[in-house]
Nanobody
Framework: QVQLVESGGGLVQAGGSLRLSCAAS????????MGWYRQAPGKQRELVAT???????NYADSVKGRFTISRDNAKNTVYLQMNSLKPEDTSVYYC?????????WGKGTLVTVSS
């Protein structure tokens, strides 16, 4: 069993910042990549950012320069620092862990950005 628990979502005004965290636990021996996705109402889930165990990162164009993904390998935790938030960033944010040939997902944390 693998569990992902996200935290850090909430309501923020445009231009503000939030920091999301995702802790992985359970039968985990080696973690390669971890990532964040988001899904707005009526839209498909989309990639926000990923990070490998070596720290290589990848970002969606819409968040480049505003969001920063990082991880603490010792704690099996990934973070998403979100700055200069925009109303269009409003979504449920999901943590993703590809492991043992399948994708594990957290339950999501809601981020709401007011204009």
């Amino acid at each position: 069993q693998v569990q992902l628990v996200e935290s850090g979502g909430g309501l923020v005004q445009a231009g503000g910042s939030l920091r999301l965290s995702c802790a992985a636990s359970g039968s985990i021996f080696v973690i390669n990549a971890m990532g964040w996705y988001r899904q707005a109402p009526g839209k498909q889930r989309e990639l926000v950012a990923t990070i490998t165990s070596r720290g290589n990162t990848n970002y969606a164009d819409s968040v480049k320069g505003r969001f920063t993904i990082s991880r603490d390998n010792a704690k099996n935790t990934v973070y998403l620092q979100m700055n200069s938030l925009k109303p269009e960033d409003t979504s449920v944010y999901y943590c993703n862990l590809p492991l043992y040939g399948r994708d594990y997902w957290g339950k999501g944390t809601l981020v709401t950005v007011s204009s």
